[in-house]
């Protein structure tokens, strides 16, 4: 197991640090000057110049690149650009709100689908099956704007049960103490998320339920409560571990759109304002940190899957 | 019968079970009779259903649906069913081309490496890890920026971020392959590797590759949706399904229902329909392993 782990550890820093050379040369090919589109299209080349050495942008661009690298091993992102603030400092206001964003729909989507799951598991091919089957197929064929709007036309503008917009406030202390406006980028987060995980819960429970030791738990004269709750759920939670640690990258590209909808003030409109304005250190500092939780979540993945269940043995190779 | 018409009887046998079940299933049924409507609607559509979508006439403008416009005009005089039938063509052809290229390349770069194996296979697949450790909107944004948006442009950004599920697929089905009898034997008679590539992994790995393909056509529409919802789609004249309903979008709480609920209800219609496509090619395919 922990050669296992030191093998994957490694793969894992090799895997960021392709992130950062990605990205790095990826927002380098943008044609025309950094300094031109911050400081306007009237810039004087003396400031333009000032700019370029302030930031080292003059340097060649493996110069930079290394510099960057070093930078971040000394635990610095850099200074924004465009809001002329540290980086590290506009992410610590702005990934607890992303950690509520995400942590929330995720915790809420995995209590919807892992009961939805094993009833649909249980009573396959009947009605219920059938119509909860529908609805989470045509919700997962949905793009996510979509179902942030219909939630809004439904529930902020007909019936007046939630607000249309996210909380303002800048704590997540303060947005909690706003339910009626958290409540829609939760809920749609939650909806994109509970039509992938309930599909799986509910393939991996007809698994469970089609296996061998579950008649001597019947014939033990178990109730059949109990026998879900602690033989097929369990059970059928490991492919779920799996999914739910790997399903980060699609999860950011959700809290990207729903973030857009209604203009919550996490870590996805940041990125996407400095991918429109090239705020280089903030759209490398995103990367680098959606890399390192993907690369990290599908190691815990991994790691989540050996603690559940001890058949499984990594090889040390 | 020669040896080779037998040889090749036997391998036509699972692909005609395969598209017995494929064609038993009802998901099958509604999906491709879908697509062959979805095609018609838009591609033989504008034939019968003649509209102008090219100059602007204010004077027809945010017309309700009535009997001249039955799905109503938008607010440049554009008749809705007709620009529906318009910005169909583009998505479907987007859809198509994307799921065709990515399927390419992800086959040959996933054969490739399932093929050369060791530190070449090691290195291919830590490139693969590392862009998918990028979300593919994050990665779409900063190349959206960098290459303007045009009908190419965006074909080539969704293929360079989308083939790379099915490259690690086609690899593993190589890796599973290279170690089976029938393969082994072939190349103890001397067959070249490309021979074996050619005449054993790819036939026995294409289940794998039309599924993950018909599943591609659904992602690149519903990408290409998203990325018009942001405001980075299509540029005009070119017009999508999701452009048409982000336009919409703005004018929903202002009563102009038309402009939104169709392009929608086609656009989900659309993705439902390859996505049911693909889980039965999916099924038949696991119909085919099960015998």
Same mark, same amino acid.
Request: net charge neutral.
């Given at each position: /197991?922990?050669? !296992?782990? +030191?093998? *994957?550890? &490694?793969?894992?820093?090799?895997? %960021?640090? @392709?992130?950062?050379?990605? #990205? ?91 009961? /939805?799951?094993? !009833?649909? +598991?249980? *009573?396959? &091919?009947?009605?219920?099956?059938? %119509?909860? @089957?529908?609805?989470?197929? #045509? ?96 059970? +059928? ?15 950011? #590209? ?64 | ?291």
């Amino acid at each position: /197991m922990s050669g !296992y782990l +030191a093998r *994957r550890a &490694g793969q894992a820093i090799v895997v %960021v640090i @392709g992130v950062m050379i990605v #990205t790095f040369i990826l927002i380098h090919l943008e044609p025309g000057s950094v300094a031109r589109s911050i400081l306007g299209i009237r810039a004087t080349s003396d400031r333009i110049a000032i700019f370029n050495a302030a930031y080292g942008l003059n340097q060649p661009l493996y110069r930079q690149l290394i510099s960057y690298v070093v930078q971040v091993a000394h635990g610095n992102l850099g200074t924004s650009y465009y809001l002329q603030q540290p980086v590290s400092g506009l992410f610590a206001q702005r990934l607890p709100r992303d950690l509520l964003l995400l942590g929330a729909s995720t915790v809420l989507a995995l209590l919807i689908s892992l009961p /939805m799951g094993i !009833y649909q +598991a249980v *009573r396959r &091919g009947g009605l219920t099956d059938n %119509v909860l @089957g529908a609805a989470s197929f #045509t919700l997962y064929c949905m793009p996510a704007f979509w179902i942030a709007v219909m939630l809004v036309a439904l529930l902020a503008v007909q019936s007046h049960v939630f607000l249309p917009e996210a909380p303002a406030g800048a704590s997540v202390g303060s947005m909690l103490a706003q339910p009626r406006a958290l409540a829609l980028p939760v809920l749609t987060l939650t909806l994109v998320q509970v039509s992938g995980f309930s599909r799986y819960m509910r393939s991996a429970a007809i698994d469970v339920l089609a296996q061998d030791f579950l008649r001597v738990v019947r014939a033990k004269g178990l109730p059949e409560r109990l026998i879900l709750s602690r033989h097929v759920l369990r059970n +059928a939670l490991l492919p779920v571990v799996t999914i739910v640690g790997l399903s980060l990258p699609g999860l950011v #590209t959700g809290a990207i759109v729903v973030e857009e909808v209604f203009n919550y003030q996490g870590m996805g409109l940041l990125f996407f304002d400095a991918a429109t304005h090239r705020d280089f250190p903030v759209l490398l500092g995103s990367t680098l940190i959606v890399g390192v939780a993907t690369v990290v979540g599908s190691l815990l993945a991994d790691i989540g899957y050996a603690l559940l269940d001890p058949r499984i043995r990594y090889a040390s190779r | 019968m020669p040896v080779a018409d037998l040889d090749l009887a036997a391998e036509r046998e699972p692909g005609r079970l395969m598209l017995a079940a494929f064609a038993r299933s009802w998901q099958a049924r509604i999906g491709v009779a879908a697509i062959i409507a979805l095609a018609l609607f838009c591609f033989a559509g504008p034939l019968l259903y003649r509209t102008n979508q090219v100059t602007v006439n204010l004077d027809l403008k945010d017309l309700a649906p009535g009997s001249s416009h039955p799905l109503g005009t938008d607010d440049t005089g554009y008749d809705v069913l007709g620009r529906l039938m318009l910005a169909g063509q583009s998505s479907l052809e987007l859809g198509f081309t994307v799921a065709i290229a990515t399927t390419v390349l992800g086959t040959v770069y996933g054969a490739v490496a399932g093929i050369a194996g060791g530190i070449i296979d090691a290195v291919m697949m830590r490139v693969i890890d590392t862009l998918l450790a990028i979300p593919w909107l994050v990665l779409l944004l900063i190349m959206v920026n960098i290459f303007p948006p045009s009908l190419w442009t965006i074909i080539a950004l969704l293929t360079v971020l989308s083939w790379l599920g099915v490259a690690r697929l086609v690899r593993g089905e190589v890796i599973s392959l290279r170690a089976r009898e029938f393969v082994l034997a072939a190349r103890t008679m001397g067959a070249t590797t490309s021979r074996i590539l050619a005449t054993h992994m790819i036939p026995n790995a294409i289940g794998v590759i039309i599924v993950s393909a018909t599943f591609s056509v659904a992602d690149s529409i519903l990408a290409l949706s998203t990325l018009s919802f942001l405001g980075l789609g299509l540029p005009p004249p070119h017009s999508d399904w999701g452009t048409m309903l982000t336009s919409g979008l703005d004018d929903l709480f202002n009563g102009y229902w038309w402009l939104v609920y169709p392009p929608a209800a086609i656009l989900i219609v659309t993705i439902v329909a390859f996505s049911l496509a693909g889980d039965a090619v999916r099924d038949s395919l696991d119909a085919r392993l099960r015998r």
